[in-house]
Each structure stands twice: as structure tokens, then as C-alpha cells.
T-cell receptor, first 115, second 115 residues
Framework: SAVISQKPSRDICQRGTSLTIQCQVD?????MFWYRQQPGQSLTLIAT?????????ESGFVIDKFPISRPNLTFSTLTVSNMSPEDSSIYLC????????????FGNGTRLTVT | KNQVEQSPQSLIILEGKNCTLQ??????????LRWYKQDTGRGPVSLTI?????NTKSNGRYTATLDADTKQSSLHITASQLSDSASYIC??????????????FGTGTRLKVLA
């Protein structure tokens, strides 16, 4: 099991600004994931963050827009840069734990509104 | 194309009643299927995980079934409670040649239980 703390839980930001979301896990994990959940849509993987290496981004997401840091095995940040209203969404941090049948655990998300 | 489709999109039932949620998938190569519960304002929480060889898995009042031949799964909720009001998300994982996994999320069924 894993307890994931995500900050902030919500924010309202002006277009053109940037927001950094923090994700803290109560145990060391190799892989951390960042997802976006838009209203009425399924979760979409933004990138996979491995400690000690650059994040791997999914199609449609780029490092300049969503820079990610992974300084150690329990912490990661996602920055949403130069925001526009289209970035309004819930951003979720996730980790895989366990051996064999791994479980995907999620933080409670950051609800971002861009005005 | 890997896809996970859930039905119905939303459902309203009275407290104490049973209900069944559906999940159809076209994911290859299939690894396992998971059901998650997502309360409003919270991250998804794992309910069940089933591999190819498992037909049914229970977690309290939640029972998931899997038919790997027809690529269908269902989540049955027995004697519903007000606290069951949430979104239920079906997630299918595909094994990649790299040895990692890709998770494909459905859009969820929003369940509301009325007193």
C-alpha cells in the first residue's frame, strides 16, 4: 500500500502563469506517474517519472509545457506552464506498489481552474 | 486500437438495491483488469484486480466478473449504500514488449444512491 499526498488540492490561476504540483509518497517507489482527468473523460497519462532519469512523455504532452522533477524515490513535481483555460483539469499523481500483482495508487488530485 | 468502454454512463438507484456496471474492452495483449472507485474530490481507489484466468473476484459487497473470451467485465454492487455514490472506473492493462505495462482507462460510470 502507499499513501500519496498531493499539494495543492485545488487552485485558480490566471492564464499565462505556471503552477507546480507536488506529490509525496510515504514509501520509496521506482515509478511515479502523472495523469490528467478532464470532466467526463478517462484518465490520460501525461508522463512517467523515474528517479535519476528524464521523464517519459506520452504522445501529445511535451516537457516544455509539463516539466517534471523526480529528485528522489518519494517525491515528484509536475509544473503546468504558460497555462490556458484548456489546462483546466484534475491532475493526479500515481505510483505502482507491490510485487507480482502490482496496485496502482492515486493521490487525491489537484483541481486546476485557469481563468 | 486499445479501448475500454463502460456502460451506463450514469445510474441512479435506491439505497438497498443491487446494480451491475459493465465494461467492454479491446486491449491486446491483455494483462489484467481492475475496477476502481472514485469518490468526488478524491483519487481512484482499487476495488479488484483480475487476471486472464480469474472469472470472479469479490471485495465485500463488490463482485467483479471477467469473461476473457468476450472481453467483458461487470461490477456488481449488492445492497447498495449511500456511500457507494461515486464513479466506478474500469482499467485494463496491456503488457508491452519492454516488460512494462500500459493502463487504459474507461470513462467511468457515475453511480448515485438515493435514500
Amino acid at each position: 500500500s502507499a499513501v500519496i499526498s498531493q499539494k495543492p488540492s485545488r487552485d485558480i490561476c490566471q492564464r499565462g502563469t505556471s503552477l507546480t504540483i507536488q506529490c509525496q509518497v510515504d514509501s520509496q517507489v521506482t515509478m511515479m506517474f502523472w495523469y490528467r482527468q478532464q470532466p467526463g473523460q478517462s484518465l490520460t497519462l501525461i508522463a512517467t517519472a523515474n528517479q535519476g532519469s528524464e521523464a517519459t512523455y506520452e504522445s501529445g504532452f511535451v516537457i516544455d509545457k509539463f516539466p517534471i522533477s523526480r529528485p528522489n524515490l518519494t517525491f515528484s513535481t509536475l509544473t503546468v506552464s504558460n497555462m490556458s483555460p484548456e489546462d483546466s483539469s484534475i491532475y493526479l499523481c500515481s505510483v505502482l506498489t507491490g510485487s507480482g500483482r502490482k496496485i496502482l495508487h492515486f493521490g487525491n488530485g489537484t483541481r486546476l481552474t485557469v481563468t | 486500437k486499445n479501448q475500454v468502454e463502460q456502460s451506463p454512463q450514469s445510474l441512479i438507484i435506491l439505497e438497498g438495491k443491487n446494480c451491475t456496471l459493465q465494461c467492454n474492452y479491446t486491449v491486446s495483449p491483455f494483462s489484467n483488469l481492475r475496477w476502481y472507485k472514485q469518490d468526488t474530490g478524491r483519487g481512484p481507489v482499487s476495488l479488484t484486480i483480475m487476471t486472464f484466468s480469474e472469472n470472479t473476484k469479490s471485495n465485500g459487497r463488490y463482485t467483479a466478473t471477467l469473461d476473457a473470451d468476450t472481453k467483458q467485465s461487470s461490477l456488481h454492487i449488492t445492497a447498495s449504500q449511500l456511500s457507494d455514490s461515486a464513479s466506478y472506473i474500469c482499467v485494463v492493462s496491456a503488457s508491452l514488449t519492454s516488460g512494462t505495462y500500459k493502463y487504459i482507462f474507461g470513462t467511468g460510470t457515475r453511480l448515485k444512491v438515493l435514500a
